[in-house]
């Protein structure tokens, strides 16, 4: 299970305990990404902080520069700037500096604090409690099917919609534009598979997706599948009916139209992390799909 927790890590020292990184990984799925200063760490947060669920902060952390002194004040800055515009990433402070362990004006400014290597296996609990109650790690845990194996932007989408259904925004019309993303990288996963024999080129989903319904290919791409592809084709595609489409689901007139085309969509996402991964098998799923290809040219030229 791929599920991992990704978490930043910012201590100008790192390089020296990596094996506190392969503990959090051994022992708690924890993925360290390790930064020596607080900016470029909460700068990378900032591009993508769907991905990121909390940071550890050394406690004389590097501000800007690796040329700096590390100091309390570098914490300092960095825990400003996530009260001010990241209020929701949960930061822990680490710290292994004996005259900050015993310095009561260190503690009321920041009176939670782990000790390295002391407490070690208490941070990591604590990181697991606090990201297992934040609204996106609910949602990963909820849908495992899903979140095992995606990863990266395209994880971060479909979190985003499955958001929707789960705050039962269901005349929420963006849906749709939404999921015709994650449909335009189902396509182009599916030809680098080698199951789409025809190249998806970012304006034929629909051909895309009368290929891969052919009853010839049901034997890889069961009913419910071809089904599901060719109905979220169908709504999410751009163009006069979609302008329909929307304002039904605006006007309540289809009040369950965006919770059934997310679960169509999950269903497909599942089924593509369920294609073998024999190389035998997919080169036989190769070739079926290319002998599928000459009939669909000839039918379509024919036309």
Same mark, same amino acid.
Not at 45 to 66: C, G, H, M, Q, R
Not at 100 to 105: E, H, R
Not at 198 to 207: D, P, R
Not at 232 to 238: G, R
């Given at each position: ?36 200063? $607080? ?22 952390? *590097? ?33 292994? $500096? ?7 004006t260190f503690k009321s400014f920041f009176p939670v604090f ?22 996106n790690r609910i949602i990963k845990n909820k849908y495992p ?13 479909? *979190? ?18 939404? /999921? ?24 034929? #989903?629909?051909e895309c997706s009368k290929f891969l319904g052919n009853s010839? #290919?049901?034997?890889? /791409?069961? @009913? ?8 979220? @084709?169908? /709504? ?32 497909? *996402? ?12 997919? $080169? ?12 669909? /040219? ?6």
């Amino acid at each position: 299970m791929n599920n991992s927790y990704h978490i930043l890590w910012i201590d100008d020292e790192w390089e020296e305990m990596t094996s506190f990184q392969k503990f959090c990984k051994l022992h708690y799925n924890m993925e360290l990404t390790p930064f020596k200063t $607080q900016k470029e760490g909460l700068d990378t947060y900032a591009k993508n902080p769907t991905f990121w669920e909390a940071v550890i902060l050394d406690a004389k952390v *590097l501000n800007e520069s690796e040329q700096e002194v590390a100091s309390v004040a570098g914490l300092q800055n960095a825990v400003l700037r996530i009260k001010e515009e990241f209020k929701e990433l949960p930061y822990f402070i680490s710290t292994g $500096q004996p005259d900050l362990l015993s310095d009561n004006t260190f503690k009321s400014f920041f009176p939670v604090f782990y000790e390295k290597e002391v407490d070690d296996e208490k941070l990591c609990d604590d990181i697991i409690q606090t990201i297992n109650e934040q609204p996106n790690r609910i949602i990963k845990n909820k849908y495992p099917e899903i979140f095992s194996w995606l990863e990266g932007t395209i994880a971060d989408e479909v *979190l985003s919609i499955i958001k929707i259904y789960e705050n039962r925004e269901f005349a929420n019309a963006d849906t749709f534009n939404k /999921v015709r993303k994650v449909l335009d990288w189902i396509m182009s996963y599916l030809y680098d598979y080698g199951l789409l024999a025809i190249k998806f080129n970012g304006t034929n #989903l629909a051909e895309c997706s009368k290929f891969l319904g052919n009853s010839k #290919l049901q034997s890889v /791409v069961p @009913v419910h599948i071809q089904r599901h592809l060719y109905s979220l @084709v169908t /709504v999410a595609n751009e163009g006069s009916h979609r302008q329909h489409i929307d304002e039904e689901v605006k006007s309540s007139k289809a009040p369950f139209l965006v919770a059934s085309t997310i679960f169509e969509l999950l269903n497909v *996402l599942t089924w593509l992390h369920q294609l073998p991964n024999d190389m035998e098998e997919k $080169q036989t799923i190769e070739k079926l799909a290319a002998n599928v290809a000459i009939d669909f /040219v000839q039918s379509n030229n024919k036309h």
